[in-house]
């Protein structure tokens, strides 16, 4: 929203001259940020696979999940337990 406030207030100051430029620097950050959070969610995605193909035989075959860290007070197993 910033940019686009910012490119409108450039288009009133220039009385309707072209702002080509102005504009290319202004959509340069937007999309700059843009591909920043591609990139963090790229590295979740990464993440989210690489654990997937760690673990697949306990995804796959219902193996133990012994990776998982116990709760606190070491109750989870069983109240999963009892809750199955």
């Given amino acids: ?7 409108t207030a450039a288009w009133a100051d220039c009385a309707g001259q072209p702002v080509g430029s102005h504009l290319t620097e ?7 940020r843009s591909r920043q959070r ?10 989210i ?3 997937e193909a760690e673990h697949q ?9 012994s990776y ?7 109750q989870g197993l069983a109240r999963a337990r009892r809750l199955a």
Avoid: Y
């Avoid at 929203?1 to 490119?7: G, K, Q």
């Avoid at 591609?38 to 993440?47: C, G, T, V």
């Avoid at 035989?57 to 999940?65: I, S, Y």
């Fill in 1 to 7: 929203m910033a940019e686009i406030r910012e490119l």
């Fill in 26 to 32: 202004v959509l340069h950050r937007p999309r700059e």
């Fill in 38 to 47: 591609i990139a963090a969610q790229q590295q979740i995605l990464d993440r």
């Fill in 49 to 51: 696979e690489k654990f």
């Fill in 57 to 65: 035989a306990d995804l796959v075959g219902g193996g133990a999940v």
């Fill in 68 to 74: 998982l860290p116990a709760p606190p007070g070491g």
